[in-house]
């Protein structure tokens, strides 16, 4: 691990400040994902901002009847929390399908939206990666890509996104506040937080240097019956193969958005307006750009079967 420096932030807008001032500067909540990645001089940090004492730790209702979840509200913490089960039980059950019970008592909600890649040639140094060094090369696209996306890739990149909140997140229509180095303040739907890879897949959300996640807003509940399926290739500790988030309402209707296929979680309006008709229709709505590989075009029927086995159990 390189060496840094570290400051503990006094408040958000301190925060931002101190990260944007300071060229190489990344923040630090848990650290489930940036310290791993520090010790393989994959992230190199000069400067460590630990927003741990900023208060961000709460989940508080809103006027509008939804919630308003802080940024350093512990994955454990958020799944269990009554309300969330109650009303946003697809945000529960997918928080508790991911990591460990012990990962999952240090992860934040920020911290988990930021997650970066687990693709294996973004880990491994001695691999070309445009994500971890623009221009290098992608060597997924002539690798091994099984669990690589079928959506939304580029020539530039294929990883996915690996964060099961996040799915669940996109499906709820989540809003994400933010504070900026300047302290102004912003809302923008997690739907426009994540980017596909493009030509710049180094470039992963829309934040601006040094901008700071300060809380997550629901909406009110959607009611229905909700779903969290994940496939993987062990039954713990395992990243999506496929996922499937669902609301589905008693006549059929609702939404639906996938993880494990794409660089951001996978949602399309069109998909949702053929769930009455069954898995089928929805899978081709959701996959219709799909582009997988040799390796992971074994994907595009898990989806339909995974979906399949979703709206089954909605009806019963």
């Known amino acids: 691990m390189k060496s840094f420096t570290y400051e503990k932030a006094a408040s958000p807008a301190a925060a931002a400040d101190a990260a944007a001032r300071t060229e190489g500067a990344k923040f630090i909540a848990g650290g489930t994902n940036l310290l791993d990645l520090m010790k393989l001089e994959i992230e190199a940090p000069t400067h460590l901002v630990d927003v741990n004492g900023l208060a961000l730790d709460t989940i508080e209702e809103t006027p509008a009847g939804g919630l308003r979840i802080g940024a350093l509200v ?136 040094g901008e700071l996640i300060t809380a997550v807003t629901l909406p009110a509940p ?34 639906v958005a996938l993880g494990g296929v794409a660089h951001k979680p996978w949602r399309i309006a069109a998909a949702e307006a053929e769930l009455p008709r069954g898995a089928k229709p929805v899978a081709d709505a959701l996959l219709a750009q799909a582009r997988p590989t040799k390796d992971n075009d074994f994907k595009l029927p898990l989806v339909q079967r995974t979906l399949a086995a979703v709206l089954a159990e909605a009806r019963g």
């Open 222 to 255: 959607l009611g229905g019956t909700h779903f969290y399926r994940k496939v993987r290739d062990r039954a713990s500790y395992a990243f999506a193969l496929v996922s499937v988030a669902a609301v589905v309402q008693a006549d059929g209707t609702g939404r």
């Open 74 to 209: 512990r994955n454990t913490d958020l799944a269990a929390d009554n309300r969330v089960r109650r009303d946003y039980a697809v945000l529960s059950r997918a928080l508790l399908s991911g990591a460990s019970g012990q990962l999952r008592n240090k992860a934040t909600t920020a911290g988990n939206l930021l997650q970066r890649t687990r693709c294996p040639y973004f880990y491994d140094t001695d691999q070309p990666c445009n994500k971890r060094r623009p221009g290098s090369g992608c060597g997924a696209l002539d690798g091994y890509s099984r669990q690589h996306a079928v959506v939304g890739a580029s020539a530039a990149c294929i990883a996915t996104h690996p964060s099961d909140m996040a799915v669940a997140m996109r499906l709820l229509d989540a809003t994400v506040e933010t504070v900026r180095p300047d302290g102004e303040t912003r809302s923008l739907p997690v739907a426009d937080l994540h980017r596909l890879p493009g030509d710049t897949p180094e470039i992963e959300t829309a934040l601006a240097p």
